[in-house]
């Protein structure tokens, strides 16, 4: 009995000392919780935006490379309606909670599906806590606690719920120009154009999968056949002195095909130093090169 007294007083004691830093605190003296409410990559303001859509005929799926690969104004130039879903890092264990939350709530016509071999490997903690922190709290947030098994998120979570449950959120207002990033209509993220100078060598390197990201890949797709959407899976381009680093893209290409129709658009036609702002992110003279063959791809099937 004494024990079990134990365990709830020391747990109420944890709850309370990680509200009271997370309320307190600045953020270099709480490294093991953060909370990044309107942070990198505006999914605060792109969430918001979701609850308002009815209706698209494209739903973008994915990380970064999706939210700042895909321009919903040059869809839209094109008759297509679009709604860019993409959030940082974002792995298969945040797009399940996604669908899930979001896919039953507005019409989707088609799904383009954003798919890297990296975040398949990832332990999806950066992504856990962008979701928490700028999504809703209900019970599919326990998912994001027990696959990622990381004192973070544990953190983040007790925070979340503290924050959600006292709606300490409702009057944030997450301003639309940040940095150099400016967020557009639909729930894309415009970089303001710059050039990159990659590296003149790089060290070969392998992708590591994670099974359970694979089993949420999976899970994802038989989530979208469900509700008899329509779907693509594109590799968004990157540098290809990145891609190339890499030596085992025939595995994951492999994997992605056997769950629906795949698009590489790696390494093809666009320049290292002259489409990109970084090794990963296309600047926007790139997204524009590389939306406008996706169009004609997409129109062609």
């Not at 309370?16 to 605060?44: A, D, E, T």
């Amino acid at each position: 009995m004494h024990i079990v007294l134990f365990l709830v007083f020391t747990t109420c004691l944890y709850v309370f000392c990680i509200v009271l830093s997370g309320l307190v605190l600045p953020q270099k003296l709480r490294p093991n919780l953060m909370y990044p409410l309107g942070g990198n990559g505006h999914l605060f303001s792109r969430i918001q935006e979701l609850k308002q859509i009815d209706s698209v005929d494209v739903l973008f799926l994915g990380s970064s490379h999706a939210y700042r690969g895909f321009d919903t104004r040059i869809f839209a130039d094109s008759s297509i309606s679009v709604f860019n879903l993409g959030s940082s890092a974002q792995t298969p264990l945040q797009t399940n909670i996604l669908l899930k939350r979001y896919l039953d709530k507005i019409k989707v016509q088609h799904i383009i599906y954003e798919v890297y071999p990296g975040t398949l490997c990832s332990d999806g903690v950066e992504a856990s806590l962008d979701l928490l922190a700028n999504d809703g709290f209900d019970f599919m947030n326990f998912d994001l606690l027990i696959n990622t098994k990381h004192l973070k998120v544990l953190n983040t979570f007790i925070y979340a719920a503290f924050r959600k449950y006292f709606r300490l959120d409702d009057d944030f207002k997450e301003p639309k120009e940040k940095y150099d990033d400016l967020y557009v209509k639909g729930g894309f993220v415009e970089k303001k154009a710059k050039a990159y100078h990659p590296p003149k060598t790089r060290a070969t390197n392998t992708f590591k999968h994670k099974a359970n990201q694979v089993k949420y890949f999976k899970e994802n797709i038989a989530l979208i056949k469900s509700q008899d959407i329509k779907f693509t899976l594109v590799i968004a381009p990157v540098t290809s002195s990145l891609y190339s680093s890499y030596t085992n893209h025939d595995f994951f290409e492999e994997l992605f095909a056997k769950q629906g129709t795949l698009l590489n658009y790696n390494p093809k036609f666009l320049d290292d130093s002259l489409d990109f702002y970084d090794a990963h992110h296309l600047n926007q003279r790139g997204v524009e090169r590389f939306n406008r063959v996706l169009i004609r791809d997409f129109k062609k099937d």
